[in-house]
Structure formats: C-alpha cells, structure tokens
C-alpha cells in the first residue's frame, strides 16, 4: 500500500517531528540536543516542516509521520493499539478531521457545536485512546486503524496503515 514518497530530512529534522507528534512543548524541544534548536527558533522550524512535508497542523503532520512510519508508537503505551476501541462516530470524525489537518476550531464550525462541547469531545477522545495529548491521540489512530490513509491525505489508499509484522504478532 503505497503512501506517497518520503521528503528527504535530516536526523534534526526528524526527531523534531518525532518530539512534535509526542506533544512535546516548545521548550522541551529547544532543550533536546539533537533538534539543535533555540527556543526563539522552534516554532518556525515546525512550520517549514509542515511545508517540508505538506502537512496542515502538528496533528496532520503526526499523523503523516505515523503513516510514514517515522512514527512508529506512543509515547506512552495504549491499549487502542492492540484493542482497537469502538469510539462513538462523532470522536472518529474528530479524530479523522485532526489527522486530516483540520483544526479544532474548524471541526468545531464543521459539526455546529460550541466550544465546551468540542473541549468534552477532546477529553473524551483523549480518554478512550488512553493518551495525554492530540497529537498522540492522532498517532494511536493512525497505528490502531481508526483513520484511514485518504484521511491524511486524499491521494493515499482508502484503508487503513498496515500493522507492520510486529504488530501483527502481537494482535490478540
């Protein structure tokens, strides 16, 4: 299942993606010696990566890491990994709108809902997903098929990221 060719990056350039999608602060990443970042630096260093990698929002470019596999698990271990947990439709496409580069405040429009009430279904999704941040909540989707490809990007495969073997031996 073919996704799209890999930008060329650099080893920096990859764990700033890789500390991205952890949800890792700006100054926790300024303080990692392998970004080889300033503080003053970090949030323009994340925003040529998104053009780098034609990604939307830090979410949308978790989840393309995931699916590129630069990304290879959470942070923290997540049962939605190896259970895949039924989320209601309403936090799928949450979810599947994060992965897709659509911001909160856009999805909140999108789905006609207050505020307080997309904040519940953030919580909720963080919950369920067993997880302490959006972009990780992205990641853990990615890697337990709950979003699929063309969500991440319209000319990838409708379907969702193959388990690689070791995911595969490790499935109940």
């Known amino acids: 299942m073919a996704i799209g060719p890999l930008p060329a990056l650099t080893v920096s350039e990859r764990r700033l993606i890789v500390l991205v999608a952890a949800g890792a602060s700006h100054d926790q990443i300024a303080a990692d010696p392998d970004t080889k970042l300033q503080p003053d ?29 630069i990304v290879t698990q959470p942070v923290h271990p997540s049962g939605a990994v190896t259970i895949k947990p039924q989320l209601a439709p309403r936090l799928t496409q ?3 709108g994060w992965a897709g580069g659509r911001s909160t405040p856009e999805l909140t429009a999108d789905f006609g809902i207050a505020p307080s009430t997309m904040r519940s279904y953030s ?16 990641v853990v989707g990615v890697l337990a098929q709950l979003v699929w490809l063309n969500s991440i990007d319209p000319a990838w495969p409708t379907g969702p990221l193959a388990p690689t073997a070791e995911q595969q031996a490790v499935a109940p």
């Open 123 to 138: 919580k909720s999704l963080l919950s369920q997903l067993n997880v302490d941040s959006q972009p990780q909540a992205v």
């Open 41 to 69: 630096d970090v949030r323009s260093a994340i925003e040529a990566l998104l053009v780098t990698t034609g990604t939307r929002t830090v979410l949308h470019l978790a989840a393309w890491a995931t699916a590129h596999r």
């Open 94 to 96: 949450l979810l599947r």
